[in-house]
């Protein structure tokens, strides 16, 4: 491309519609990505029918093997709770709390 007015036109017009395809791209992938609670799955509701308070040993004993997607894919409760003490929750809102920052944040 020649290194003249109409050829940096062209060029910044190429990165304009570069950028744009990149924020496209951003918002689809944030489209695709799970809404809170379904990173759960059947966890979610489960924890429903749960009595409260609970602790967290109590969550891994009824639903360790119940498994929850993460950025590393599908991990079971257990896994998930290992590095938690053992806290107590007075809802279901609690333990969807703890476990999404557990999630979100590996």
Do not use: F, H
């Not at 799970?34 to 009824?62: S, W």
């Not at 053992?86 to 979100?104: C, G």
């Amino acid at each position: 491309m020649p290194d003249d007015k109409q050829g940096r036109n062209k060029q910044a017009a190429n990165e304009e519609q570069r950028q744009r395809e990149r924020a496209l791209q951003e918002a689809r992938d944030r489209a695709d990505e799970p809404a809170p609670g379904e990173q759960l799955g059947d966890l979610d509701d489960a924890l429903e029918i749960q009595d409260y308070p609970t602790t967290t040993e109590q969550l891994v004993e009824n639903y360790g093997d119940y498994e929850v997607e993460t950025q590393g894919g599908l991990k079971p409760v257990d896994e998930v709770l290992a590095p938690v003490d053992n806290e107590l929750y007075d809802s279901a809102d609690e333990v969807r709390d703890r476990i999404q920052r557990l999630i979100n944040r590996r």
